[in-house]
């Protein structure tokens, strides 16, 4: 255990999990400076729970000035590592660190890190409650769940720990989880439009590199589960001295798959059936193969088949994930804003059989809407709302395809994009909010999207 007992430490970025270091650094017996761009007037109710810490401010426009004054600096996913001042003090001999990298240098517990393009927080929220079942002591952190720095004194070493890891969190750990989860690595984190946000990638193959961590560090004893019908993903195996487990949608062989639209567990010499998309609550094919990630994981850290089956059938989904708002005259109103990318679109539109009303459209992330539109075009997708800065390049890309259903534009505010979807649709039909883009253009940040889509679905009256 590190001793942190009256180290100067300046913390950068007082976001959750920033405001979540400090508690821990103070506990320790640090001294705290907390750095952030923005003002006292501006953090609100988070500058007084820090003051009451006992710490010091440096907010701002020159919030990072004079980081030579501080024995370790605690930097913010949120921030780009090459920014001037963080390497000067680099330069300098200063030692930076992160959150992400404390937690890993102090957990006593066993740590399942889950990282890939999207279906992070599913998997890791069902890694976790399979554990739970089993009557383990789990921790879930990461993206999902809560910060936990602040609680690693609480964690024994027979606990169990699931974090959802970006790449930024990644990015600069010298240690690897126990078990480290592979999902489907497309395309992220190439662009930033978030105002409190400095950090992004270069390039994809940068994005794939900094997600790397999650299994470089890890020894011989310990275990990766990939996914096999990913190449990105499977690159990963190449980097570790782990024991390798594969699910796969397309091999049968492999540990865990799926087929026929169920999940298969290959346990010993026997192979389990663990649920299909008639016995699972959550929606679509792409949340089967998450089920059989989660699964193999989850038997590898020693939870029963039935337990595994048990929390497969019962779990309901995350919240703004392929998530069931209501029915209206026949109509299902289906908020799926977590898709910021347009393969998790392509994903969610084939998790229907039903005639869509699609509302797609956003801020830039630098995706490639082509194959999107291919398959908007073959889908059942009736009617497309093309919303925000990305509407030429999506509406570019559906007439390359062929797209002959309607398309509709213009719409500003949530309000008017369900009134317009509701006209649209009638009895069987399906609306979707599925994206595709980020929502930094018309909204503060995927949730508000999501929130605003549930409270005007909410109004919607049986006339319409």
């Not at 663990?274 to 990630?293: F, P, Q, R, W, Y």
Request: charged letters at 25%.
């Amino acid at each position: 255990m590190r001793n942190f007992k009256e180290k100067h430490i300046a913390v950068l970025g007082l976001s959750t999990e920033g405001r979540d270091t400090v508690q821990f650094l103070v506990k320790r017996g640090a001294v705290i400076t907390c750095c952030d761009r923005r003002t006292k007037n501006l953090l609100g109710d988070a500058y007084e729970e820090l003051s009451a810490l006992g710490v010091s401010f440096q907010l701002g426009e020159n919030y990072l000035h004079n980081l030579n004054a501080f024995g370790a600096v605690v930097r913010t996913p949120g921030m780009l590592p090459q920014t001037p001042e963080l390497l000067a003090y680099t330069h300098a001999g200063g030692e930076i660190t992160s959150s992400t990298k404390l937690f890993f240098a102090e957990c006593r517990g066993r740590i399942i890190g889950v990282t890939g393009t999207k279906g992070k927080g599913t998997t890791s929220t069902l890694i976790a409650r399979m554990l739970e079942m089993e009557g383990r002591t789990v921790y879930l952190g990461g993206n999902v769940g809560r910060p936990l720095l602040s609680k690693v004194d609480s964690i024994q070493s027979d606990d169990w720990v699931v974090l959802e890891l970006s790449s930024f969190q990644l990015e600069d750990l010298t240690q690897s989880p126990h078990i480290s989860v592979v999902l489907r690595t497309t395309q992220e984190h190439l662009a930033n439009f978030d105002t409190l946000a400095t950090n992004f990638h270069s390039t994809r193959e940068a994005y794939v590199e900094a997600k790397k961590s999650i299994v470089r560090y890890q020894s011989e004893s310990d275990i990766v589960v990939v996914n096999g019908d990913d190449p990105t993903a499977r690159l990963f195996v190449q980097e570790t001295k782990a024991n390798a487990f594969y699910f796969s949608k397309s091999d049968t062989h492999a540990d865990a798959y799926v087929a026929d639209h169920a999940v298969y567990l290959r346990d010993t010499e026997s192979v389990q059936r663990l649920c299909d998309s008639g016995t699972v609550k959550i929606l679509g094919d792409h949340n089967l193969e998450n089920i059989a990630a989660a699964s193999l994981a989850a038997r590898m850290a020693g939870v029963s088949v039935k337990s595994i089956m048990d929390v497969a059938i019962q779990f309901p989904g995350l919240e703004h994930r392929l998530e069931f708002v209501r029915t209206v005259q026949g109509v299902r109103y289906i908020n799926d804003t977590f898709s910021t990318v347009p393969e998790t679109t392509i994903a969610a539109i084939s998790s229907f059989t039903e005639p869509i009303i699609l509302i797609v459209g956003g801020s830039e992330k630098r995706s490639d809407f082509g194959q999107m539109g291919h398959e908007i075009a073959k889908s059942r997708v009736k009617v497309l709302i093309v919303i925000g800065d990305m509407t030429q390049r999506i509406l570019t890309a559906v007439d390359d395809a062929g797209y002959t259903g309607k398309r509709i534009v213009g719409l500003g505010t949530m309000k008017e994009i369900v009134k317009r979807a509701a006209r649209e649709a009638t009895s069987g039909d399906i609306v979707l909010l599925s994206p595709a883009c980020a929502s930094f253009d018309m909204f503060k940040n995927y949730k508000v999207r999501g929130e605003e889509f549930k409270e005007e679905v909410g109004k919607i009256t049986a006339s319409r």
